[in-house]
DNA sequence: CGTATCATGTAAGGGGTTACATGATTCT
DNA sequence: AGAATCATGTAACCCCTTACATGATACG
């Protein structure tokens, strides 16, 4: 139930409307974890009736009304108690490695489309994440904090594009 | 729903019964999808029933009956058809990440203490890898067809693997 | 005699995806 | 006038996880 614990982070970061929950996770947060603006305001619903956050509605001139959200005490002891948990292995699960392996049990060229498609999307993604680099984060040495972790993060953004690329390079190459 | 589709890639490769087709997912299919038993069973009664596959039951001496497993006509046509269907990015889905990302509302020894431990994790698979090339695979240039494939998709899983062991280290050495 | 392995399964619940719905405002 | 954006939601369905169940044989 990772969805709660990460709505719980950002949310500590700085209280938020669901719409404004499912940006962020269309950017920074997107590349550890993804959720659909539905999935949010189901789990905040939840986490709101099991006292893990609370809400203020904020009526706004010309447009409707809005749901801001904020963690509780309870919900910063909940987080903070998760946080302690270990956690085994992440499932690693990719659709495009089941092509990838299947390929000589169907069109073989048009699995190598699929991995070109999927190779430039990474390009793509990976030239993003190094402009949040550059722009963002020009003195990594002297972050601290959240701060520090949510570069740290970035990092792990760009190593796994760069693997991907290697892979899906090695890939094409070999065939 | 692809582990429909990596069950036909199995049993394309060789007809199995579903335990050992959750050993296989264990061992190599486990670094791009996995699946317990429990799954496996009602996705292969489903196929049947959708006529993907076929069942032979092999009666054991001293064991109990096997339910075999093999790829119907119209399952290799349905594999077929879903490899060259394009498919969409692969979410990334880490509950690591989203305790990194948080480290700092909670408490940070202990987050630390975690990714060690995946750290040494990644390590001993990225080893167990790496065994398995140099065991199987001693010339990768002259493979070609589905052991082609299979090598370049654990290619992915050790390029994986040496992702994640760069970005914990960088992470673990800035904190 | 207890534990592990072989082999398959049921049941319950949680999480995620996709499609559809609403209603006002701003932009082209 | 039509489309896009802001903002929240319902409904249905599928997939995945966890716990529990069975019954036989082999091993120490």
Redesign the interface.
């Known amino acids: 139930m990772?969805l709660e614990?990460?709505l719980?982070?950002s949310l500590?970061e700085r209280p938020a409307s669901g719409l404004e929950l499912s940006r962020r996770f269309g950017r920074s947060?997107g590349?550890?974890?993804?959720a659909t603006h539905q999935q949010i305001y189901r789990t905040l619903a939840k986490m709101e009736e099991g006292g893990l956050v609370s809400v203020t509605t904020v009526t706004q001139t010309g447009r409707p009304d809005m749901k801001v959200y904020e963690p509780t005490d309870a919900g910063?002891d909940e987080?903070?108690?998760?946080?302690?948990t270990?956690?085994g292995?992440?499932?690693?699960?990719?659709?495009?490695?089941?092509?990838?392996?299947?390929?000589?049990?169907?069109?073989i060229a048009?699995?190598l489309?699929?991995v070109k498609?999927?190779l430039a999307?990474h390009q793509t993604r990976l030239a993003a994440y190094e402009a949040m680099q550059a722009r963002d984060y020009p003195q990594?040495d002297q972050l601290t904090?959240?701060d520090?972790?949510?570069y740290?993060?970035l990092?792990?953004g760009i190593?796994?594009e760069?693997?991907w690329i290697?892979?899906l390079t090695?890939?094409l190459d070999?065939?």
């Not at 590349?31 to 993804?34: A, G, L, M």
């Not at 987080?79 to 302690?84: K, P």
């Open positions: 990772a614990h990460a719980l982070v500590s947060i590349f550890f974890w993804s910063r987080l903070a108690q998760w946080l302690a270990p956690s292995p992440d499932a690693f699960r990719s659709d495009l490695a089941v092509r990838m392996r299947g390929a000589s049990y169907g069109d048009a699995v489309d699929i498609e999927h999307d990594p904090g959240a520090l972790d949510r740290l993060v990092r792990g190593l796994m760069q693997g290697a892979w090695e890939y070999a065939h």
